[in-house]
């Protein structure tokens, strides 16, 4: 089965340690196969720094044949 990009969304997560200072999501990604596209989030650079890290996820927009609205299908978490 193919998942189109349009069935998902990503959501983030700013901590600093390990309380949740900002947060958002990006939805309607629109990407073919082998193609690329860079994001920007509304971080501002008092909002970057030692301690701070980025969770972000991508989850499911709609319900799907194998598969409920909400489903995680990948994460990450990084240092910033």
């Known amino acids: 089965m193919i998942l189109l990009l349009h069935q998902v969304k990503l959501q983030w ?3 600093a340690g390990e309380q949740v200072v900002d947060r958002g999501e990006v939805t ?3 990407l073919g196969p082998r193609q690329t596209q860079r994001l920007s989030l509304p971080l501002s650079p008092a909002q970057k720094g030692a ?3 980025l969770k972000v996820r991508v989850v499911l927009e709609e319900d799907l044949p194998w598969a409920s609205k909400g489903q995680e299908l990948a994460r990450e978490h990084f240092s910033l």
């Open 51 to 53: 301690g701070r890290s």
């Open 28 to 30: 309607g990604i629109s």
């Open 13 to 15: 997560e700013l901590l």
